[in-house]
């Protein structure tokens, strides 16, 4: 059929504009044995768009958090082939029988915490992100994403509620990848903490180290400055410099150095000459920043002016289950990858 082989290579073509760089993902996500989704806002176009390709590519076994009417108008208004029951679930906001387990789980789990039996019901019929953190916590999904409204501390305050922290970590972080020609880069922490210190740099790094890991990529870590090599006495750039004697003992696996400027953690010639016993060998493919303005204003920067808005992320570092939060301009394709990448999580040991 010649219309369906055109068809699929357009599709194909769409998603992997990301490059080689999904590839892996993508046929891992495929092969999945648990790829149940869960997508917060399951009214929103491009969520729609872009699960009309997961579904299209057997990357995830959506379910869409939202009411059913809104969601099938919109696929016939957008154009989609997408049917309820046959391509996706879906939470209905205004009448699920899950309704009064998902509020009482939540009182239970939030007494304490100042949420009283009628706030835990009203949060749980309006909150999205609430919604799809406890199926992720009954088990009835198996990964989630949300965040295409809204900032990360609002999703993130559900998520810390419902999920919580990965065992013996103590800091959520974001990690965003960046498809540059001839390189991809991964920077944190863009979204979650303000100003870390050493030691929550430290564990940021490794987090991320681990989840390049995860999927297939070599981590080589360089921990970034205004200060290149000791040039500054800052507290900044100290603050740099223990986070690596840190990463020394915590981390004798990691391939990492610092600090330095981001012009030496490219280029490894350069940096060779400057630093001949650096064990940092090649570019550096992760970038750990002082805070949170220098990693998210480079990440914007570097996506706009040189990434063709390509990009892998938000992904979530430290929490106990597969849960990303994605950004407002997030985009469809960005939306695939990130439903790609968490069905990969959610089939990696943790």
């Known amino acids: 059929m010649p219309d369906l082989d055109a068809y699929r290579a357009k599709l194909q073509t769409f998603v992997y504009a990301s490059g080689t760089t999904m590839k892996p993902i993508f046929n891992l996500a495929r092969r999945a ?3 149940r989704i869960a997508y917060a806002e399951g009214e929103e176009e491009r969520v729609l768009r872009a699960v009309q390709v997961v579904v299209d590519e057997g990357l995830a076994r959506p379910t869409l958090i939202g009411r059913p ?3 099938g108008e919109r696929c016939r208004k957008f154009g989609l082939r997408l049917q ?9 906001t205004e009448n699920d029988h899950r309704y009064r387990d998902y509020w009482q789980t939540y009182h239970a789990m939030t007494a304490r915490k100042g949420v009283t039996a009628q706030l835990a019901k009203i949060e749980v019929r309006r909150r999205l992100t609430l919604i799809a953190a406890m199926m992720l916590h009954k088990g009835e999904v198996d990964g989630m994403l949300c965040g295409t409204w809204g900032g990360t501390a609002l999703h993130l305050h559900y998520i810390d509620q419902v999920i919580g922290l990965r065992e013996g970590v103590r800091t959520y972080a974001c990690m965003n990848g960046l498809i540059l020609p001839g390189r991809v880069v991964n920077l944190v922490d863009t979204h979650v903490n303000y100003d870390p210190n050493a030691q929550q740099l430290a564990e940021i790094t490794i987090l991320a180290a681990e989840e390049m890991m995860r999927f297939g990529a070599e981590p080589r870590a360089a921990l970034l400055s205004h200060s290149n090599f000791g040039s500054s006495n800052q507290p900044s750039a100290v603050k740099m410099r223990d986070a690596l004697s840190l990463l020394r003992q915590q981390a004798p696996w990691l391939q990492v150095d610092g600090e330095m400027h981001g012009d030496t953690a490219l280029d490894p010639t350069y940096r060779a000459g400057l630093m001949p016993d650096s064990p940092l060998k090649g570019e550096a493919n992760l970038l750990v920043l002082p805070n949170i303005d220098a990693a998210n204003i480079a990440y914007n920067l570097l ?4 990434g063709g808005g390509i990009a892998i992320g938000p992904i979530l570092l430290g929490a106990a289950k597969p849960v990303h939060i994605l950004t ?3 985009t469809v394709r960005r939306i695939i990858n990130m439903t790609a990448l968490t069905v ?6 943790r």
């Open 328 to 330: 407002p301009s997030a």
């Open 69 to 71: 009417e809104v969601i």
């Open 33 to 35: 044995l648990h790829k």
């Open 84 to 92: 309820a029951g046959q391509d996706y679930d879906v939470v209905n």
């Open 344 to 349: 990969v999580d959610a089939n990696a040991a």
């Open 303 to 306: 996506k706009t002016a040189a």
